[in-house]
């Protein structure tokens, strides 16, 4: 089967760096995408990664090792409003995607 | 701003009732979603449309019914709904194309709050 694991909750304070999991199981792979979903609003598209190393983007940075079916977020300089859920998602081989449960960040001041 | 619509964004309707979701996409997309959001759950597809034809998707029960009038626009029908069925109801589009360079982003609506007492 297919599957998605990271865990459900972390907790980071204001200002630190957070870093969350994701490993996956899939039946082919065509790409490992992270969305950011604040309470009540929509999921929206942080990041993409589809070859193996580090993608920077400002405060957030997405890695992938396909070889070990891993991938991270990276959040730096923690601020407030980073307060939500991160939903991490792989694309298979036929571009479906593949969530996982999500992971609720609570940033503490 | 979001280019995906949503309406409405709450509703709470009894086990007989029938009730429509509306979605409402402005990015001229030729793709469009519904998902199932539940608490702790990962997201739960429902339904795609690509170019206006649907994907069948035999695990969702009949008393979902979706409609695609045209690549704008996509609906949920919903009939003699479960109390298990209360959830968060999203809807998305995408662009999808035959090139490798399709990354199959989800650009996402805010979602119906849905309660079936």
């Known amino acids: ?109 | 701003e979001t280019g995906v619509t949503q309406t409405p964004r709450h509703l709470v309707m009894g086990m007989t009732n029938k009730k429509s979701l509306k979605c409402e996409q402005h990015l001229g997309h030729n793709a469009m979603y519904w998902y199932k959001q539940s608490a702790k759950k990962p997201l739960e597809l429902m339904f795609v449309y690509s170019l206006e034809e649907r994907v069948e998707n035999n695990s969702v029960p009949s008393r979902f019914s979706p409609e695609c009038p045209n690549s704008s626009h996509l609906f949920l029908h919903l009939h003699t709904l479960q109390p298990e069925d209360s959830a968060l109801y999203l809807c998305a589009s995408s662009q999808l194309s035959s090139g490798s360079s399709n990354t199959g982003e989800l650009f996402f609506g805010e979602g119906s709050r849905l309660t079936v007492l």
Not at chain 1, 22 to 33: A, E, V
Not at chain 1, 83 to 91: E, K, N, R
């Open chain 1, 1 to 109: 089967g297919q599957n998605i694991d990271q865990p459900t909750e972390m907790t980071a304070t204001e200002g630190a760096i957070v870093q969350i999991n994701c490993t996956y199981q899939t039946s082919g792979f065509n790409g490992l995408f992270w969305y950011q979903q604040h309470a009540g609003e929509a999921p929206t598209f942080l990041s993409y990664n589809v070859l193996d190393g580090l993608e920077e983007k400002g405060r957030f940075s997405s890695f992938l090792s396909r070889s070990k079916g891993y991938s991270y977020l990276l959040l730096k300089e923690l601020q407030m409003k980073d307060s939500a859920s991160y939903l991490c998602a792989v694309s298979d081989s036929n571009y479906q995607l593949i969530w996982g449960a999500g992971t609720k960040l609570i940033i503490k001041p």
